[in-house]
């Protein structure tokens, strides 16, 4: 097995939105913001090579949006999903699974692609199998008024339509091999999948939207668009000290400077202990 941080591009979101009730004179001073109140976040993803298979963690927003969507999000950065997968050797052709942690359009746009003519939509990835769960994605073809400018219809149903579409079969499943194990996260938006990956005798944790950035480590960091938070914090608190106990890798999606990091116990309760890349823990 060999694991490959694929980063698909920046792009800007209110800091008051992504740390909730925390004031900006707290959290600024991990994740400063421009003028208008925007701080610039990473859409990192994550490729598993496992024998003959290529697994493929979330896929980034995309570019087949117009003008206006992207004024709203600013995509910004020298990434992008296409070149990052060249960097390591692969094209879109080669991913044979691509999973998808959830379906708010930060993690999936990359799913769907125009065909040349840009005339109708086709699947990025037209030889994997996309995954999802059963609950998500009831909840995210039929969704709340709340999140429903997040589940772009766009992303979501020409996966049906293509055939490809598959659901994993709960948090023990074997479906992307013996060395991955799924968390279910429900505070976020509801059934939000983590997954859990044994890799040369350490557990990575890709933690989606549960913990964006080492800025969001203490509990009441939490963000606005969850759709509920108390519980956000009940699923922070238990994997936290999990990770600080074990000694897991937290590989985070939405930090624009840090792609990994370790927790520890101290007197103020789970915080960080040390960033660094895949590359530089593994030596690869």
């Known amino acids: 097995m060999k694991l490959h941080s694929i980063h698909t591009g920046n792009f800007k979101l209110d800091g008051g939105a992504m740390f909730g009730v925390v004031p900006k004179s707290i959290w600024y001073k991990s994740n400063p913001s421009d003028e208008n109140n925007m701080c610039n ?28 969507f992207f004024g709203y999000y600013y995509l910004n950065g020298n990434y992008s999903l296409e070149n990052s997968l060249k960097q390591a050797g692969f094209g879109s052709d080669d991913v044979t ?85 799924l968390n279910y996260m429900r505070g976020h938006t509801d059934a939000m999948m983590l997954p859990k990956i ?15 950035s080492v800025g969001h480590i203490p509990l009441a960091y ?37 792609e990994c990091c370790t927790v520890q116990h101290t007197e103020k309760g789970v915080r960080l202990k040390e960033v660094f890349t895949l590359k530089e823990y593994f030596g690869e």
């Open 41 to 68: 976040w990473a859409m990192r993803c994550l490729l598993i090579e496992d024998g003959n298979r290529l697994i493929l963690i979330d896929n980034g927003m995309g570019t087949k949006q117009d003008a206006k």
């Open 97 to 181: 699974d691509m999973f998808l942690t959830h379906l708010h359009f930060d993690h999936c746009g990359g799913s769907i692609k125009y065909n040349e003519d840009r005339t109708k939509y086709e699947t990025t990835f037209r030889n994997a199998t996309y995954w999802s769960n059963t609950e998500h994605w009831e909840w995210a073809t039929k969704p709340n008024p709340r999140e429903k400018p997040s589940f772009l219809k766009e992303n979501i149903f020409p996966i049906q339509e293509s055939g490809q579409l598959k659901m994993v079969d709960g948090e023990n499943t074997k479906q992307l091999g013996e060395a991955v194990s």
């Open 198 to 212: 044994n890799y040369k005798g350490k557990t990575i944790v890709y933690m989606a939207d549960l913990v964006p």
């Open 222 to 258: 939490v963000m606005g668009y969850d759709t509920r938070p108390l519980l956000t914090l009940t699923e922070k608190e238990k994997l936290l000290n999990e990770a600080a106990d074990k000694e897991y890798i937290l590989f985070l999606e939405h930090d624009s400077v840090n």
